[in-house]
Nanobody, 118 residues
Framework: QVQLVESGGGLVQPGGSLRLTCAAS????????MNWYRQAPGKEREVVAT????????KYADSVKGRFTISRDNAKNTVYLQMNSLKPEDTAVYRC???????????WGQGTQVTVSS
């Protein structure tokens, strides 16, 4: 049974930092592209950061580039999102995603709320 469980969200002031954790079970993340998405109320879901299973390359949304860092620890079967210099517009539910093209599969965590407010 595949499970992705996010943690680390919460309330933080603008300029603050949080580290989100996605703990995976039932799958081996080394064989999956790992991604973080977010969705704010009234907004479309957007991809925030991606981490390739092939070459460990990373990509970021322009809005978070230079502030967020995605990383993985395959030994712990865990992916992280370090979020620095947080802005109110970063407020959203953040979800971890595991994606594999072949066999095609995509799994989602339940989400963790990040609220950036003064």
């Amino acid at each position: 049974q595949v499970q992705l469980v996010e943690s680390g969200g919460g309330l933080v002031q603008p300029g603050g930092s949080l580290r989100l954790t996605c703990a995976a079970s039932g799958l081996t993340i080394s064989t999956y592209h790992m991604n973080w998405y977010r969705q704010a109320p009234g907004k479309e879901r957007e991809v925030v950061a991606t981490h390739s299973s092939t070459d460990s390359s990373t990509k970021y949304a322009d809005s978070v580039k230079g502030r967020f860092t995605i990383s993985r620890d395959n030994a712990k079967n865990t992916v992280y999102l370090q979020m620095n210099s947080l802005k109110p517009e970063d407020t959203a539910v953040y979800r971890c995603n595991a994606f594999r093209e072949w066999p095609t599969s995509s799994y989602w965590g339940q989400g963790t709320q990040v609220t950036v407010s003064s």
